[in-house]
DNA sequence: GTGGTCTAGACCACG
DNA sequence: GTGGTCTAGACCACT
C-alpha cells in the first residue's frame, strides 16, 4: 500500500514509482487497468501532486504505465514483463557484487553460503 | 592509482575514500604508515582540497586511519580488516539483494547460477 | 470504422475528425450527405458527447462539414477536395522534414531512399 | 543561440533540449564539454531553473548529457552520435507520412518531387 | 558555486 | 474530473 520513508536516501517520486511497480508485479494492476489519479494519491500519501506526476512521468519514460490526457493513467505492461525486467537489474548487480567479492579474495563457497543461507527473521 | 570517473554518480569524496581503502587493502599502505598530504592528494588529482578532506573525513569516521594534528594521517586498520569489513558489507548487500529476488519468485538455482556463473570478460 | 486508440498520444477528438475525414475521402459520404447525430456517435464509441461535438466543430473550421440548427450535420467538401487538402498538408510536413535532415548533413539519395523503400509489412 | 518560442506548441523544456542538441550537433559543445549551469541559462533566457533543470534530465535520460553534482553538466555523446539518433527519428516520420501519402493514392513520382523540390526561400 | 528534490499554487488542454 | 507545464521559492548534497 505505496510505504513511504522519508528518511530513505531514495527520493520520494522514485520510492513511489517503485512501489506502483510493485503493485503491478503482485497483481493488483492488470494490464490496461487505471491506476489512481495524480490528485487522488497526492492526497492520500500527503505528497506534493508536482511529485506524484514526476512518479507516473518516471514509469511512463520506462514503457510501464500509459497516460492519457483527460482520461488517466493506465497500466501498459502486464506484471510478468515488469517482473523480469526487475529481475534482470537485480542480477546485474549482483554479479556485480559478487566480482568485487572475488576481487577482495572471497572464494566461491564463501560467497554462495552468503546467498543461499536463510535470511534472518529481522 | 586512485582513479576518479568524473561520469560514476557516485561522489568524487567517496570514490577519494575508496581509492584509499583499496591501497590499503592490497598492502600499498601498511598500520600506522602515512598517508599524502590532503594538499599533495588535491593537486595530483586535481580535486578540491575539501573534497579530499572530506574523503578522509570519512575514513576516519569508519576508524580506518587517524589524524593527528599538525602531522598528518595514518593508517589504523591493518589491510585484512579493512578488507573483512568489506566483505561483510557486501555481504550484507547481496543478501538484501537475493532476498529481493526471492520475493519476485526467482528460485534459488537461477540465483546461483546469475554469481558463479563466469563473468564475461569486458 | 471509427477506431479510437486511446493509447494514441492525439487527443480522441482529433482521432475522431480524422476518421470521419477518412471515411468521406474513401466514398462514405457524399457531398451533402448527412452525418450521424452527434448522441448517436457517441454512444457506438462509447465516448463523451462532448468529445464527439468538439471533433465536429473542427470539421466544420476546416470547411469539411457543415451545421444545420435543429437538422444536423453534413458533408460540404466532396471526397476528392478533402483528399487534396490532406495530401498538400502532408506534402509541407514532408519537406519541413527533408529541409531538416538536410540540415543535419542528409544527401538527396539517403533522403529519397527512405522515402521511397517498401516498407515492411509490419 | 537558443531561440524559445512561447507561441509554439511544444513545452519550453522540449525546445530547450532540442536547442542544446542543435548547439552539439553543431559542434559548439565537444565530448565531455561543460554545458553553461542550470542558473545561468535560467537568468539568459528569463525562464525557471527548474524548466532548464527538465530539460537536462531529458538530455541526460537519452543519454546526451550526464550530470555531476556540484559541478555541472556534461556532454556525452559527440555530435556525430547525436546526429545519427535525430536523423533516424527523421527517417522513421518520414516513412510515416509517405505511407500516409500512398494510402491517400499519391504516386511515387508525386511524393519524390515534393521532397527534392528546391526549398522556398521563407 | 553546482545539480537535485520538494512544495505551493497557477494555468492550460482534454473528456 | 483528468494529466501536463510553468513559476516561485525553499532546502539539501556536493565541490
Not at 497483481?27 to 489519479?37: E, I, K, R, V, W
Amino acid at each position: 500500500m505505496l510505504n513511504i520513508d522519508y528518511r530513505d536516501a531514495r527520493p520520494i517520486y522514485e520510492q513511489v514509482a517503485g512501489g506502483i511497480e510493485d503493485l503491478i508485479v503482485h497483481g493488483a494492476y492488470a494490464a490496461d487497468a487505471q491506476l489512481p489519479s495524480v490528485r487522488q494519491l497526492a492526497s492520500e500519501l500527503s505528497i506534493n501532486p508536482n511529485t506524484i506526476q514526476r512518479a507516473f512521468a518516471l514509469l511512463e519514460s520506462k514503457g510501464v504505465i500509459y497516460s492519457v490526457k483527460g482520461r488517466g493513467n493506465f497500466v501498459s505492461a502486464d506484471g510478468t514483463s515488469v517482473r523480469e525486467r526487475r529481475l534482470a537489474e537485480i542480477s546485474m548487480q549482483l554479479r556485480a557484487l559478487a566480482k568485487a567479492a572475488r576481487a577482495l579474495g572471497a572464494n566461491e563457497k564463501a560467497i554462495a553460503s552468503w546467498i543461499l543461507e536463510k535470511e534472518d527473521p529481522s
